[in-house]
């Protein structure tokens, strides 16, 4: 079993709001990445990482920021949710290409 | 067009079944072929993965790749109701770290005990 969590697991809150979702592992990999998935959708990448000081924009445009600033922390802030917000977001690591998932993080933007 | 297309489903199958899983694709590059495993309220877990085509078995679980036709399949025998869940196939093109992979949409499957 993948050693990667995800905090908190449901989030219901007004539209406004900041708020930041964690992601934590520790496999020691040094990539990490943030993904949103909705209802008999793909899976979409927003943010990825290779390592510390490092993130990049995923292909969705994404109005949300991340930081990486240890190797086994990759939390993701909306500075202000909006209801086009809610979604599943789910947070992953890899050594190479293949991906280990947190349990995700349901979001729902009043 | 996707680059990964995949029959949502459902699918549904009595206990003891072999159930057929299949992904088509329309890139190439893709080298790195992968079967995800997600459970209601949980994030996918990595069941398979082949590299370039043929064959792969885990136990009740058979992966293969037709790069030829650019088709995928994940074969389940002796199917169980633990097995139901929504199956994605990825995929990665070869020097591709994981940001370049490329989910489908998933398949539900429904295993009747």
């Known amino acids: 079993e993948a050693d990667i969590y995800q905090t908190p697991r449901y989030l219901v809150i007004g539209t406004g709001k900041k708020i930041t979702l964690e992601c934590s592992q520790t496999?020691?990999?040094?990539?990490m990445y943030w993904y949103q998935q909705d209802p008999g959708m793909e899976l979409h990448l927003i943010h990825y990482s290779y390592g510390v000081n490092s993130t990049e924009k995923g292909d969705l445009s994404s109005e949300s920021t991340v930081s990486r600033i240890r190797t086994e922390h990759f939390p993701l802030t909306l500075e202000s949710a909006r209801p086009s917000h809610t979604s599943q977001y789910l947070c992953a690591s890899s050594e190479d290409w293949t991906q280990y998932f947190g349990p995700g993080t349901r979001l729902l933007v009043l | 067009q996707k680059e990964v297309e995949q029959d949502p489903g459902p699918l549904s199958v009595p206990e003891g079944a072999i159930v057929s899983l299949n992904c088509t694709y329309s890139n190439s590059a893709f080298q790195y072929f992968m079967w995800y495993r997600q459970y209601s309220r949980k994030g996918p877990e990595l069941l398979m993965y082949t590299y370039s085509s043929g064959n792969k078995e885990d136990g009740r679980f058979t992966a293969q790749v037709d790069k030829s036709s650019k088709y995928i399949s994940l074969f389940i025998r002796d199917s169980q109701p633990s097995d139901s869940a929504t199956y994605l196939c990825?995929?990665?093109?070869?020097?591709?770290?994981?940001?370049?992979?490329?989910f489908g949409a998933g398949t539900r499957l429904f295993v009747k005990a």
């Open positions: 496999m020691g990999h040094d990539k």
């Open positions: 990825a995929m990665n093109p070869q020097g591709g770290g994981g940001f370049k992979t490329i």
